[in-house]
């Protein structure tokens, strides 16, 4: 199995988890608003890949991020570091490991998503499924899919090569906390709110480890 195909199932593998993450460590949940369904993310799914033509602009880079910015020269030192990275694929990876992240920590079933989380985020969210636990709390939710995807920002670190991408989310889905009894104490099951995350992912390029870790996960 190649390199780019490993890290897009790896990123998938992050994200059965996040949506109920206590405010200040998950997120933002804008009430249970309506409004017009923001535009996904263009993708290269089925689109063939784009040679770099020396001297020219590089589509996978400019796709996301505006040209001649500090976050588009450090995606662009990403790519020299490792060829065979792209940021479309990523973008690809990071919306399904949203998914499988906060489904995971709804459920409190960290161990799947532990080898994809940063130690100090796991630990978050040890502290926050067990707080729900004491209480006696769990999670009926429901998710509907990432409306919206950007990529908010790109660094690279000269010295150590380890890069950190981070990507802005909003989804939709429902979320209900019941008692010990099954009665509902927060939410609904049929109005839907939306999420809104920013979310870094951080990897060291060039080595033999695919894994992208979630190491911050910031409103």
Known sequence: MNQPLIQLLVLAGIAVF?????????????????????VPMNERRGRPDLEVIEGGPDLDVNDHVEADTPQATALS??????????????????????EMIVMGYETGELADIQPFLSEEIYESFVDGVAAREDQGLTIDANFFGVREMKLVDATLNP?????????????????????????????STTDVKKQKDTWAFARTMGADDPNWLLVSTDA
């Open 18 to 38: 996040l949506i109920l993450r206590l405010k200040n460590v998950l997120g933002t949940r804008e009430g249970f608003e309506d409004g017009p369904a923001a």
């Open 159 to 187: 010295d150590t090569n380890e890069a950190e991408i981070s990507i802005r989310f909003v989804a939709e889905m429902t979320s209900t906390v019941l008692d010990r009894s099954g009665d509902i104490v927060e939410g």
């Open 77 to 98: 030192a990403m790519k020299r570091l490792e060829p065979t990275f792209n940021v479309g694929d990523f973008i690809g990876g990071a919306r399904g490991a949203y």
